[in-house]
Every structure is written in structure tokens, then in C-alpha cells.
């Protein structure tokens, strides 16, 4: 059992919807992650949150924006999307920023129609 | 640029047949090599880390090990339920880039 809980599983949204992905962990971690992965792709880093600080991949569009409200919650708001960002979309965590021992979620899984 | 390939893209086996996944990186001062396993559909499971050549981990039936250039994963006598993709990962010295490799998707036939 993962101690990186992910809501939904599972979303379907419209290209006008707004809708958020919800990230939650337990174990006290101080950074959280959310990555993007496409079938048969590795995952891509989106956003990095540590110490209150955030750290964007420059190329994720603003389309997508995070929140965490405190330091065991992450969340991702999308608006506005567009077909091809239907993904697998997976919260991380870990002790540190500078470690690549990650313990991730199950995802959810993003269609946007 | 910090890289990394995997060998073989995937990977059939017969239950019971060992072999060796490949990841080769490029990365200017490893400071770690991480491997990961991930079930379709699901997060990727954190298995390794590896800091220094010479280096060997084991949880199983797999044994990680690291050169200067590349890691190993062998897997001895597998068994069905270890198919999955297999991801390495690297960080720089600098730990600000984390990147990961596009995986081998193993298959272990009964």
C-alpha cells in the first residue's frame, strides 16, 4: 500500500471544465512532486514543491497550476486543457529535494475530451 | 546533458530464466542511480539506490549493481508477478537534475 494517496483515480473533463487532482502523504516528507507520464514514456517532472518554495518545469504550460497548502498536501488545478494532455499524472514524495528516492502515488488518470 | 538509455526497450522470459537489464547514463558527477519498478497503470515502486562503482544491492530475486558507466539489473529465476516496466533514474552532484531513463518492459511467461 502506497502512503501517497492520489483523488481521483480517475477524471474525464471537457476542454472548459476546471478540476483539480488532489495529492496527500503521510510520512512526514518535506518535498512533493507531481510528474506527468504518457503510455510507454517515463515520467516527466512538472513542479517540485520544497520548503514552501516551488520549482516549475518551464515547459508545463500554465494551463496546469499547483497549490500546496501545507506541507503534506499537493494539489494540481487544471483549466482549460486540451486533448493531448490526457496522461497518467503521479504525486510524489520524499525526504529531501536533492534525492532521487521518490515514493510516488498511483496516479490519476486524466482524460480531457 | 545528463542522459540515460536503457537495454533492452523490452524483454520476454520464460519463468525461471535469469537475464540482465541494461542502463547506461551520462551525467556530469553521479551522485546516485536509482532503479524503479512500475505495474501498468500505477506509480513507479522505488527498489535502489546506488552511489558508487563497485556498488551491489539485493531485495529477492534482484541484484543491482554499478560501473562507472552503467547498471545492471539481474534478475535470478523470475517469476511471472516480476513483470513490469523497470526504470533507472540518475541525479547530478549538483542534485538538481533528476532524470529518468525510458524503461525496460519485462515479461515473464509461465
Known amino acids: 500500500d502506497t502512503e501517497v494517496t492520489q483523488t481521483p483515480k480517475h477524471l474525464v473533463m471537457g476542454m472548459t471544465n476546471k478540476k483539480s487532482l488532489k495529492c496527500e502523504q503521510h510520512m512526514g516528507h518535506r518535498a512533493m512532486y507531481w510528474y506527468k507520464q504518457k503510455a510507454k514514456k517515463p515520467p516527466e517532472l512538472m513542479f517540485v514543491y520544497s520548503y514552501e518554495k516551488l520549482s516549475i518545469n518551464e515547459s508545463v504550460p500554465s494551463r496546469f497550476s499547483p497549490e500546496c497548502p501545507n506541507s503534506s498536501l499537493l494539489n494540481l488545478h487544471l483549466h482549460a486543457l486540451q486533448p493531448e494532455d490526457s496522461a497518467l499524472y503521479l504525486c510524489?514524495?520524499?525526504?529531501?529535494?536533492?534525492?532521487?528516492?521518490?515514493?510516488f502515488g498511483e496516479g490519476s488518470r486524466l482524460t480531457v475530451l | 546533458e545528463d542522459q540515460v538509455t536503457q537495454s533492452p526497450e523490452a524483454l520476454r522470459l520464460q519463468e525461471g530464466e535469469s537475464s540482465s537489464l541494461n542502463c547506461s547514463y551520462t551525467v556530469s558527477g553521479l551522485r546516485g542511480l536509482f532503479w524503479y519498478r512500475q505495474d501498468p497503470g500505477k506509480g513507479p515502486e522505488f527498489l535502489f539506490t546506488?552511489?558508487?562503482a563497485g556498488e551491489e544491492k539485493e531485495k529477492e530475486r534482484l541484484k543491482a549493481t554499478l560501473t562507472k558507466k552503467e547498471s545492471f539489473l539481474h534478475i535470478t529465476a523470475p517469476k511471472p508477478e516480476d513483470s513490469a516496466t523497470y526504470l533507472c533514474?540518475?541525479?547530478?552532484?549538483?542534485?538538481?537534475?533528476?532524470?529518468f531513463g525510458p524503461g525496460t518492459r519485462l515479461s515473464v511467461l509461465p
Open positions: 533514474a540518475v541525479t547530478d552532484n549538483y542534485g538538481q537534475n533528476f532524470v
Open positions: 510524489a514524495s520524499s525526504q529531501i529535494t536533492d534525492t532521487g528516492e521518490l515514493f
Open positions: 546506488l552511489y558508487s
